[in-house]
């Protein structure tokens, strides 16, 4: 190439270089738009129904700190409808020494003639003082009577904990929960059987059997819990599946079906 | 000299040539030595001969000499990053040595060694392309309007082919750069015959660990041999053999700690016997050239992290037989040919992880090829390529009959006009999303009965001008359509089978402009832009710029040789690429069964973002200037040249994707930087 083309194609480059270097990278990030979250799960074995009410974080200084790092709404009206059509009010107690903290509404439901190990489609209903709207509905799966194993010895370095049961109807899929008293050491969805090796690792590598005594049940739950739990947090693919309207979260139940204790060794 | 590299048998096209006979070597060997006279000998590129002799739309090619003056990427000439430079051909970030071609999704590419398929032609998650570069001779590459002889992909074909070096005795070239050595050896093999072979490995881990035990426990390593002879009665047989692996190992040094290791790697083994009929019946042409190639492809990959706790494996296993028979004649270049290939593909994964397809996958899949392909000169100013492409899979009682046809029309000898129309079809995919800007490997899985063929037609016109014998000017313009796309679900439910990918449609536009000057005196290099605009639909009947939708890709790349140097440089201007911003965040909350309590503490991260519109950000424009100075002297024979090389010489700072933090009042956004200004230096030496 002759040295003027060559000339030219240096001094091309100089020059979107020049331009490209006087472009600004960042940008300020604005507030996004509020978003509601909500928790709860109507378990059968309690008499209880717990709603968590919170807004997500999007960039909006807070004035109270409370569910997990959300901001907890303490004065949102929600109710539940029973089966039977009995309309429940879901009250948040903030005051000084309640059980409950900001943005965590409960209520006891046989207060109200309810019970839940009775099983049928219960209806949530939110709405905030800003105006926000929330609904969702969720099928206890059907109840069996619970049943309970007998505790057993459990060597890990010999032993695996096989288990199955009977499809359960309004069952989305079944939960293996692992833990003793709070702390829960492994959860994995399965279908209607599990079959666990004494050294099975969590995936960050924990043993799922620790020294000691553990407790663990298998729950059916109902496509809402399955949907919102069966994944990781994924960056890119937004938020867990919600069933709900208006809100992101989850309005499920779970059902469980098989306790046991191991000691293990 | 650039006649011998071509592939073993002629390309479409080409006239062959009868190799000489043994017996008439052995005559010519023992005359006595005849002394000529100087001579310059000027071949005619094999750019111009495909110029003058085939349609040949979206045909891009490097040689080895483009791929060792260019500036490396972090010490090694890489073909795959190469190709980058070119028209229509586009990486995501400095982290991927993938390629979107046109607007095509990464897993659209064909890539070949040699001819035999290869499925993740790439080290350390991307970083690097597998080939090693002086066992490479050329690159070939079509971006569009292939011919019926390819298929199983809807984007573009990547040929690489093995250096062949037909030089008596034995020769080589050994590389030390600041990550790995190289070697490779060839030389004639009898006589009517070549072989190589050439092996890499990276050391950092080595170097790392005479300071700190398992500080750096990865490399990956390489071998490529390649052999091809010349038999009796006119047959040549040809063979490939490629292994490169990657590993990433570490060992606990204390109690309490876990093993961690990941493995992956590819291996290809490939044999063609080719026969050329000089004398054919008068029917067929003048002459015929029989091919028949054979091969086997496989990609293991496998995960062991936290000492089991989290195990993922992929693998491929391929088997191809394909068979061609071309006949030439004045006017005609006849082809027919078939493809027969099984593969055995596995996806198992033992836990739900985010940026992971979670369901396990085990399929076989069977696919039935043929082809014909007519090259008729129609007049001294018209050249049309025609066919028709077959593909079936009988597991999916699928088929698909795709037409083929492109043209050359010479408004003078330096200048033509072409254009070209085409069907495709792909059945092998990728479960990796496109999402994700990082795509360390594919996980390849294949058509069923709930993922049938994507198809794409291929619309193209273009000119092409031979300003002189070695700068040529090209503009392309292209239109892609594409019907039945499936991506990666990412909430796919690992109970459920038939949910793992999700209907896409959509399209892609563009245009690509090349202005090359081949080396023939001091200067070489090219200018290449892409304007591309590409849109999809998903499953839900949304709108949305796909990841990979760049509109606009600059590279300017140049050599200069001087008497004792060598100065390269490559400079990359690019508009940003579209991307999905959060725009909030929450905690997700676990019930416990144990005292129907809830909490916000897990092992695990329970951080749910809030996501704006897909693909609705953009990220800045990037830039990146590299160059490279090589000196090189002869001390005993040998040619010794070492040589510097800068990567991103003034520190532009980059952008690949953002993370967010909403749990701050203002909310912050943190830039992940693409790589920053990164010297390397290294010897090669050649004998």
């Known amino acids: 190439m002759k040295r003027s083309s060559a000339t030219f194609v240096v001094s091309v480059a100089t020059m979107l270089m020049a331009a490209a270097a006087c472009t600004n990278f960042e940008n300020p990030t604005a507030p996004g738009p509020p978003q509601l979250v909500v928790h709860s799960i109507l378990d059968t074995r309690f008499d209880k129904i717990v709603v968590l009410v919170a807004r997500a974080r999007t960039g909006v200084p807070r004035a109270v700190r409370g569910i997990g790092e959300d901001d907890p709404i303490s004065d949102a009206t929600v109710t539940v409808r029973a089966p039977n059509g009995t309309v429940m009010v879901v009250r948040n107690d903030i005051a000084p020494g309640a059980t409950y903290g900001p943005g965590i509404y409960a209520l006891n439901p046989s207060d109200s003639g309810v019970r839940l190990s009775d099983g049928g489609t219960y209806a949530l209903h939110i709405l905030t003082k800003t105006g926000e709207e929330v609904s969702g509905t969720t099928t206890i799966p059907e109840p069996p009577a619970l049943q309970q194993l007998a505790q057993r010895l459990f060597l890990r370095a010999r032993d695996t904990l096989r288990l199955s049961w009977p499809q359960i109807a309004g069952a989305r899929s079944y939960e293996f929960v692992i833990g003793y008293q709070d702390d829960v050491y492994y959860r994995v969805f399965t279908d209607t059987n599990l079959s666990l090796p004494g050294t099975a690792v969590t995936i960050l590598g924990d043993p799922v059997f620790p020294g000691g005594p553990s407790q663990f049940f298998v729950e059916a739950v109902d496509v809402n819990y399955y949907d919102y739990y069966r994944m990781e947090s994924d960056p890119f693919a937004g938020a867990a599946p919600s069933h709900l309207t208006g809100a992101v979260g989850v309005f499920g139940s779970i059902t469980p079906i098989l306790f046991g204790e191991l000691n293990v060794r | 000299m650039v006649a011998a590299l071509i592939a073993a048998v002629p390309a479409a096209g080409q006239r062959p040539t009868a190799p000489d006979s043994g017996k008439k070597a052995d005559s010519l060997s023992r005359r006595g030595p005849v002394m000529l006279p100087a001579v310059r000998s000027d071949t005619t590129r094999i750019e111009r001969r495909l110029f003058e002799s085939k349609p040949n739309v979206s045909n891009l090619s490097i040689s080895a000499r483009d791929l060792g003056s260019a500036p490396r990427f972090f010490a090694e000439a890489d073909v795959l990053r190469s190709l980058q430079l070119m028209p229509g051909v586009e990486a995501r970030n400095d982290y991927s040595a993938g390629m979107n071609v046109r607007g095509g999704e990464a897993d659209q590419n064909l890539v070949l060694l040699d001819g035999y398929p290869i499925y993740n032609p790439f080290h350390f998650g991307g970083l690097f392309g597998t080939f090693i570069e002086p066992a ?39 590389e030390v750069s600041l990550i790995a050595s190289t070697l490779a050896l060839g030389g004639a093999l009898g006589s009517g015959g070549t072989w190589s072979l050439a092996g890499r490995r990276t050391y950092a881990d080595q170097i790392v660990n005479l300071v700190h035990r398992n500080g750096f426990p990865y490399h990956f390593a390489d071998v490529h041999g390649h052999v091809a002879h010349s038999l009796p009665w006119g047959f040549r047989i ?114 739900p992880v985010p940026l992971f397809p979670s369901d396990s996958v085990s399929q076989s899949e069977r696919s039935i090829s043929a082809y014909v392909d007519e090259l008729w000169h129609v007049t001294p100013s018209l050249l049309i390529e025609t066919g028709l492409r077959y593909d079936d899979l009988p597991a999916t009682h699928e088929r698909a009959i795709l037409p083929r046809f492109s043209l ?74 594409y019907s039945r796309l499936i991506e990666p679900n990412p909430f796919d439910d690992p109970l459920r089978t038939g949910d793992e990918f999700l209907p896409v449609q959509g399209w892609s536009t563009g245009a690509d402009v090349m202005i090359r000057q081949f080396e023939s005196g001091r200067f070489g290099g090219w200018l290449a832009y892409t304007y591309t605009l590409n849109s999809r639909t998903d499953a ?17 790349v140049g050599s200069w040789r001087f008497p004792r140097y060598t100065l390269a440089a490559r400079f990359n201007l690019a508009s940003g690429t579209p991307y999905t911003a959060i725009v909030g965040q929450f905690q997700r909350i676990r019930y416990i069964p144990y005292n129907s309590g809830y909490t916000s503490e897990s092992r695990l ?47 532009a700072h980059n952008v690949f994707g953002y993370v967010f933090d909403y749990a701050k009042a203002p909310p912050t956004r943190i830039s992940l930087p693409q790589f920053p200004v990164f010297p390397t230096f290294g010897l090669s030496l050649s004998w």
């Open chain 2, 408 to 481: 050359k029309y010479f408004v003078n000898e330096n200048f033509a006009l072409t254009a070209a129309v085409g069907q495709y079809a792909q059945w092998i995919r990728s479960l990796a999303r496109e999402d994700i800007p990082l795509r360390p490997v594919d996980y390849w899985v294949g058509s069923d009965s709930l993922t049938p063929m994507s198809k794409a037609w291929h619309y193209i016109v273009g000119m092409e001008r031979w300003v002189t014998p070695s700068r040529v000017f090209r503009v392309e313009t292209f239109y892609k359509r």
């Open chain 2, 605 to 651: 991260p329970e951080l749910q973002f809030l996501t704006g519109p897909r693909n609705g950000e953009r990220l800045p424009m990037s830039q990146r200037l590299d160059v490279s100075a090589t000196t090189n002297f002869r001390p005993w024979g040998l040619a010794v040249t070492p040589y510097v090389s800068v990567m991103n010489v003034y520190n």
């Open chain 2, 136 to 174: 490479v001779s050329r690159v070939d590459m079509m971006t569009g309007g292939f011919p019926a002889p390819f298929g199983g992909r809807l984007s573009s074909v990547l040929n690489v082919r093995s250096a062949e070096d037909a030089r008596s005795g034995v020769h080589g070239t050994t």
């Open chain 2, 238 to 351: 040809a063979g490939t053999i490629y292994g490169g692996n990657d590993l990433l190992h570490y060992e606990p040094e204390n109690s309490g700690e876990q093993s961690q290791g990941i493995m992956w790697g590819n291996h290809v083994l490939g044999g063609t016997l080719s026969k050329v009929f000089a004398t054919v019946p008068v029917t067929l042409g003048d002459s015929l050239v029989a091919e028949q190639r054979v091969s086997q492809s496989l990609f293991d990959m496998a995960t062991h992290i936290d000492d089991g706790g989290f195990t993922l494996t992929s693998k491929v296993r391929e088997v191809r037989a394909a068979g061609s028979l071309t006949a030439y004649s004045a006017s005609h270049t006849h082809s027919i040919g078939y493809e027969l290939a099984g593969q055995r593909l596995d996806y198992s994964v033992n836990y």
């Open chain 2, 540 to 556: 839900l009947g949304n709108r949305f710029f796909p990841s990979q939708d760049r509109r606009h890709d600059l590279n300017l």
